[in-house]
């Protein structure tokens, strides 16, 4: 039977594509397994993991625990590293004859090869680095509540949408929300007429469930036939390196002090008096981009619209006006303080606890102070 | 051989964004720039201009203005450009955006050696969709997050950056790379470039010129071609702004301490 991705009905099951690097699972496969569950739940539908690679099915098993009852494994020698020829080729295959209803892909820079690849070979709408997923009205309703300025009566309205002129009834689709100009605007995204309904989702987002041995131990491992040639590839990976120095953690991090312009006068100074206020707070050092274009730090530590974004416990902006390219990547921070000269800088506008003075100035006092409170505690 | 740049007019989002009340972007408000990645991926088809002589083309899809976009990158040296531009585009997703534009690129014509170059991803939308899109439309190899590239014959060598390393990888041509800012620095377009700018071809295609193309169809273009819809777009909350402090002595320095450890931040 031809592939008809727009008979809906045919379509059913939540999977997840679990990126593996070098035969290791990925943590964001852990967190869109998590989350899918839920969405899987609410669908009234079973949650399956889609794992490709060379000889990964000892692997498999750990994705039951955060919540998938099945995965499917597909082994092949040239799945061993990733290239988007293969990978594409064999997921579009397995899911024209297995046939998802929803499809999510971690926003890794192998997912975001991925995912718009599959989603035009498959001829349906894909979702960019989504922040919120929904399935249920009613929950769906609440985030909106919460999350969103918009006027109550309309959230209650939203059960419907106009779709090529007609209404259409959202309660069956995935709402997919994500923001867009670096969080100042924020759209939830459905796929009403085609399956399956693809996002990719953003990394460190979505909260990873406790890990459930038996559910771990119950988890099916299915082997879909598929098949795949040199001859399906067009381009070699001819080497894969890690990077030689540990990079900056950023993602993972409970307290950033990050650094921006406002370090001109002294590069490396200002950055070694917020590497000392990070190590009393048990952080890391963060950039903006302005710190990295410059080549003061390397591009691991920009935060940002074209960097990391990150949501720490206490994010300390030195010397940081707050374009909104940077807030974007830093505004969902629990604390944010600030410290600048200009007291009109935006950063000010979002930060919880401003001191308006010189960074050099500031920044060793607030150290010396932090260090003394915890003394006292 | 030619390389083909696919580029995009965006606001700026460096400075501060305008949003209307109704939770819609007043674009009207805000500069427009050159989407910063494409100005990478421009950069990079220029540079083997240097090397190869080759032909550079830049092509955009948008309104009528983005002309003017256009004829800042042919005085930064490129050869030609085209405006892709209609009102049946108007309305179009990441899926219906690459359709249209690997029309164009068709229209244009890819040839063995040729290379396709995209930015990353745009600034306003942050998908880094409509390139890998295009090159499936294209039925072209992609390499996306290319942080450099080197050209051997018929192949390309590409490093294409990972979040904890890199990839080396290589392509046969033709193909499409998207391009990241770690690749090199835009150059400035030069006086003489300026000048010469204007007697550079612009050619516009609007849907008649497109329209034989198998790509375009009103079920896969425009509004109605895109799979995708918009339930609702928002604002989210303003956090409200926070304290600001007096002074900036230690005694300043010692009340925020005592504030964070009385929360138990610290």
């Given at each position: 039977m031809?592939?008809?991705n727009?008979?809906?009905?045919?379509?059913?099951?939540?999977?997840?594509?679990c990126?593996?690097r070098e035969?290791?699972?990925?943590p964001?496969?852990f967190?869109?397994i998590?989350?899918?569950?839920?969405l899987?739940?609410?669908l009234?539908?079973?949650?399956c993991?889609l794992?490709?690679g060379?000889?990964v099915?000892g692997?498999?098993?750990?994705?039951?625990?955060?919540?998938?009852?099945k995965v499917y494994?597909?082994?092949?020698s040239?799945?061993?590293?990733?290239?988007?020829d293969?990978y594409a080729?064999?997921?579009?295959?397995?899911?024209?004859?297995?046939?998802?209803?929803?499809?999510?892909?971690?926003?890794t820079?192998i997912g975001?090869?991925?995912?718009?690849?599959?989603a035009?070979?498959?001829h349906?709408?894909?979702c960019?680095?989504c922040?919120?997923l929904?399935?249920?009205?009613?929950?769906?309703?609440?985030?909106?509540?919460?999350?969103?300025?918009?006027?109550?009566?309309?959230i209650d309205g939203?059960?419907t949408a106009?779709?090529?002129g007609?209404?259409h009834?959202v309660?069956?689709?995935?709402?997919?929300?994500r923001?867009?100009?670096?969080?100042?605007l924020?759209a939830?995204?459905?796929?009403?007429?085609?399956r399956?309904?693809?996002?990719?989702?953003?990394?460190?987002?979505?909260?990873?469930?406790p890990?459930?041995?038996?559910?771990a131990?119950?988890c099916q491992?299915i082997k879909?036939k598929f098949?795949?040639?040199?001859s399906?590839?067009?381009?070699?990976?001819?080497?894969?390196v890690?990077?030689?120095?540990?990079?900056?953690?950023l993602?993972?991090?409970?307290?950033?002090?990050?650094v921006?312009?406002?370090i001109s006068k002294?590069?490396?100074?200002?950055?070694?008096?917020?590497?000392?206020?990070?190590?009393e707070l048990?952080?890391?050092?963060?950039?903006s981009?302005?710190?990295?274009?410059?080549g003061?730090?390397?591009?691991?530590?920009?935060?940002?619209?074209?960097?990391?974004t990150?949501h720490?416990k206490?994010?300390v902006?030195?010397?940081?006006?707050?374009?909104?390219?940077?807030?974007?990547g830093m505004?969902d921070s629990e604390?944010i303080i600030?410290?600048n000269?200009?007291?009109?800088a935006?950063?000010?506008?979002?930060?919880?606890?401003?001191i308006?003075g010189d960074?050099?100035k500031?920044?060793?006092?607030l150290?010396e102070a932090?260090?003394?409170a915890?003394?006292?505690k | 051989?030619k390389?083909?740049?696919?580029?995009?007019?965006?606001p700026?989002t460096?400075?501060?964004?305008?949003v209307?009340?109704?939770?819609?972007?007043?674009?009207?408000?805000?500069?427009?720039?050159?989407?910063?990645?494409?100005?990478n991926?421009?950069?990079?088809?220029?540079?083997l201009k240097?090397?190869?002589?080759?032909?550079?083309?830049v092509?955009t899809?948008?309104?009528?203005p983005?002309?003017?976009m256009?004829?800042?990158?042919?005085?930064?040296?490129?050869?030609e450009?085209y405006l892709?531009?209609?009102?049946?585009?108007g309305?179009?997703?990441t899926?219906a955006?690459?359709?249209?534009?690997a029309?164009?690129v068709?229209?244009?014509?890819?040839?063995?050696g040729?290379?396709?170059?995209?930015?990353?991803?745009?600034i306003?939308?942050d998908?880094a969709?409509?390139?890998?899109?295009?090159a499936?439309?294209?039925?072209?190899p992609q390499v996306?997050?290319?942080?450099?590239?080197?050209?051997?014959g018929?192949d390309?060598?590409?490093?294409?950056?990972?979040?904890?390393?890199y990839m080396?990888?290589?392509?046969?041509t033709?193909?499409?790379l998207?391009?990241?800012?770690?690749?090199?620095?835009?150059?400035?377009m030069s006086?003489?470039?300026?000048f010469e700018?204007?007697?550079?071809?612009?050619t516009v295609?609007?849907y008649?010129?497109?329209?034989?193309d198998p790509?375009?169809d009103?079920?896969?273009?425009g509004l109605?071609?895109s799979?995708?819809?918009?339930?609702v777009s928002?604002?989210?909350?303003q956090?409200?702004a926070g304290?600001m402090?007096e002074?900036?002595?230690m005694?300043?320095c010692?009340?925020?301490?005592?504030m964070?450890?009385a929360k138990?931040i610290?």
């Amino acid at each position: 039977m031809a592939f008809n991705n727009t008979d809906l009905a045919a379509f059913k099951d939540v999977w997840v594509f679990c990126e593996q690097r070098e035969g290791k699972l990925m943590p964001t496969d852990f967190e869109l397994i998590s989350e899918g569950r839920r969405l899987a739940d609410e669908l009234g539908v079973d949650l399956c993991g889609l794992l490709l690679g060379d000889n990964v099915e000892g692997i498999a098993k750990e994705l039951g625990g955060y919540g998938a009852d099945k995965v499917y494994v597909c082994d092949h020698s040239l799945l061993k590293v990733y290239t988007t020829d293969a990978y594409a080729k064999v997921i579009c295959d397995v899911i024209e004859e297995l046939k998802p209803e929803a499809f999510l892909i971690g926003a890794t820079n192998i997912g975001r090869d991925l995912g718009p690849r599959c989603a035009a070979r498959l001829h349906t709408g894909l979702c960019a680095d989504c922040t919120h997923l929904d399935v249920d009205m009613g929950i769906y309703k609440d985030f909106l509540h919460e999350a969103s300025t918009l006027e109550d009566a309309r959230i209650d309205g939203l059960n419907t949408a106009m779709v090529l002129g007609e209404k259409h009834d959202v309660s069956r689709d995935l709402k997919m929300t994500r923001p867009a100009f670096g969080g100042h605007l924020m759209a939830s995204i459905i796929c009403p007429r085609f399956r399956p309904t693809m996002a990719t989702v953003r990394p460190g987002v979505m909260k990873k469930r406790p890990f459930d041995q038996a559910k771990a131990d119950a988890c099916q491992i299915i082997k879909p036939k598929f098949e795949l040639s040199e001859s399906d590839l067009n381009t070699q990976v001819t080497e894969v390196v890690k990077a030689a120095k540990k990079l900056v953690d950023l993602i993972g991090a409970d307290f950033i002090v990050s650094v921006g312009r406002g370090i001109s006068k002294d590069v490396e100074g200002g950055i070694k008096l917020a590497e000392e206020l990070a190590a009393e707070l048990g952080g890391v050092v963060g950039g903006s981009r302005a710190v990295i274009d410059s080549g003061w730090l390397s591009a691991d530590h920009q935060v940002g619209q074209t960097g990391k974004t990150v949501h720490p416990k206490v994010y300390v902006a030195l010397g940081i006006s707050g374009a909104i390219q940077h807030k974007a990547g830093m505004q969902d921070s629990e604390c944010i303080i600030a410290v600048n000269k200009n007291d009109s800088a935006p950063i000010f506008e979002i930060a919880d606890y401003g001191i308006c003075g010189d960074l050099f100035k500031v920044t060793p006092m607030l150290t010396e102070a932090i260090r003394a409170a915890k003394a006292a505690k | 051989m030619k390389v083909i740049v696919c580029v995009k007019q965006v606001p700026d989002t460096s400075g501060k964004v305008a949003v209307n009340p109704d939770g819609t972007l007043n674009r009207a408000s805000m500069e427009t720039i050159t989407n910063p990645d494409d100005m990478n991926a421009v950069e990079a088809a220029l540079k083997l201009k240097d090397e190869t002589g080759c032909k550079v083309i830049v092509v955009t899809m948008g309104p009528p203005p983005a002309e003017g976009m256009l004829r800042e990158l042919l005085a930064m040296g490129a050869d030609e450009g085209y405006l892709i531009s209609g009102r049946e585009f108007g309305g179009s997703d990441t899926y219906a955006t690459s359709q249209i534009v690997a029309a164009g690129v068709n229209k244009i014509g890819v040839e063995k050696g040729d290379i396709v170059m995209c930015g990353r991803q745009a600034i306003d939308g942050d998908t880094a969709q409509v390139g890998p899109q295009i090159a499936e439309k294209l039925h072209l190899p992609q390499v996306t997050y290319a942080a450099d590239i080197h050209k051997d014959g018929d192949d390309i060598t590409v490093k294409r950056m990972l979040e904890d390393g890199y990839m080396t990888i290589k392509v046969k041509t033709p193909c499409l790379l998207t391009c990241i800012k770690e690749l090199n620095q835009p150059r400035y377009m030069s006086v003489g470039g300026i000048f010469e700018a204007y007697s550079k071809p612009v050619t516009v295609l609007d849907y008649e010129a497109l329209k034989d193309d198998p790509l375009i169809d009103p079920t896969t273009i425009g509004l109605k071609g895109s799979p995708t819809n918009i339930l609702v777009s928002f604002t989210p909350p303003q956090k409200g702004a926070g304290m600001m402090l007096e002074g900036a002595d230690m005694g300043t320095c010692e009340k925020l301490a005592g504030m964070l450890a009385a929360k138990h931040i610290i």
